[in-house]
């Protein structure tokens, strides 16, 4: 039956966001460091590697269960939606090249030692994160919308949606806490996934609100 179908694969989407958001916390990390600490080098490449291990479960049983198309993209709405989500994952490749990867990836803090339980790299605002403030969750939803949608594409769409929009807002609690007051600053002036005209930052403004950060001001 659909519906549990339905409830099993949003049971398995709950369960992975609750993993990934546990691993990513502070807390957690906290606790690794005090009671592991010589595992912290690899902290990031193993949260990694499990989280795209883990991401198979949901995705395989969402795959292996398909329905009905719900909707399907055709002419001109076809080459429309398909055109958006590959503007969207070239921005996606584009952007990499303003994050350290290595960083992100984890294996920086493998060659170097790194024991710390924040990240090391200092806030920047990329040319995409001049005009929303979490612009791979935006590229993201963008691609997951321009599909077409089965039920269980759609049950996972509404689902990773609403975990990116809660998964975002706790995210900024950390980067609060992190870059403090020019993060702030920054927050009031560009929105956090859905791009308005009258809210972004040019590139001189991004150079200056930075720089007034760094001044303590």
Same mark, same amino acid.
């Given at each position: 039956?659909?519906?549990?179908?339905?409830?099993?694969?949003?049971?398995?989407?709950?369960?992975?966001?609750?993993?990934?958001?546990?691993?990513?916390?502070?807390?957690?990390?906290?606790?690794?460091?005090?009671?592991?600490?010589?595992?912290?080098?690899?902290?990031?490449?193993?949260?990694?590697?499990?989280?795209?291990?883990?991401?198979?479960?949901?995705?395989?049983?969402?795959?292996?269960?398909?329905?009905?198309?719900?909707?399907?993209?055709?002419? @001109?709405?076809?080459?429309?939606?398909?055109?958006?989500?590959?503007?969207?994952?070239?921005?996606?490749?584009?952007? @990499?090249?303003?994050?350290?990867?290595?960083?992100? @990836?984890?294996?920086?803090?493998?060659?170097?030692?790194?024991?710390?339980?924040?990240?090391?790299?200092?806030?920047?605002?990329?040319?995409?994160?001049?005009?929303?403030?979490?612009?791979?969750?935006?590229?993201?939803?963008?691609?997951?919308?321009?599909?077409?949608?089965?039920?269980?594409?759609?049950?996972?769409?509404?689902?990773?949606?609403?975990?990116?929009?809660?998964?975002?807002?706790?995210?900024?609690?950390?980067?609060?806490?992190?870059?403090?007051?020019?993060?702030?600053?920054?927050?009031?002036?560009?929105?956090?996934?859905?791009?308005?005209?009258?809210?972004?930052?040019?590139?001189?403004?991004?150079?200056?609100?930075?720089?007034?950060?760094?001044?303590?001001?």
């Amino acid at each position: 039956m659909d519906i549990v179908n339905i409830l099993i694969l949003v049971g398995l989407w709950l369960a992975y966001f609750v993993f990934h958001s546990l691993l990513a916390s502070v807390t957690v990390k906290q606790w690794v460091a005090s009671h592991y600490p010589g595992s912290m080098p690899y902290y990031r490449l193993s949260f990694n590697g499990l989280a795209v291990i883990l991401l198979l479960l949901p995705v395989w049983y969402m795959f292996t269960h398909q329905t009905e198309y719900l909707w399907q993209w055709h002419g @001109l709405m076809w080459w429309l939606m398909n055109g958006l989500a590959m503007v969207a994952l070239l921005l996606f490749i584009w952007s @990499l090249s303003f994050y350290d990867t290595s960083e992100f @990836l984890g294996t920086r803090q493998i060659k170097m030692r790194i024991t710390a339980v924040h990240d090391q790299e200092t806030m920047h605002i990329s040319p995409l994160h001049r005009f929303v403030r979490h612009p791979w969750y935006t590229l993201g939803l963008v691609v997951l919308w321009t599909r077409n949608m089965d039920l269980m594409l759609l049950v996972s769409a509404i689902t990773i949606s609403l975990y990116l929009i809660i998964g975002s807002m706790l995210e900024e609690k950390k980067l609060v806490a992190y870059h403090g007051k020019v993060y702030e600053r920054y927050r009031r002036k560009v929105p956090g996934l859905i791009p308005l005209p009258w809210r972004f930052l040019s590139k001189s403004q991004a150079k200056a609100l930075l720089k007034k950060g760094t001044e303590g001001i």
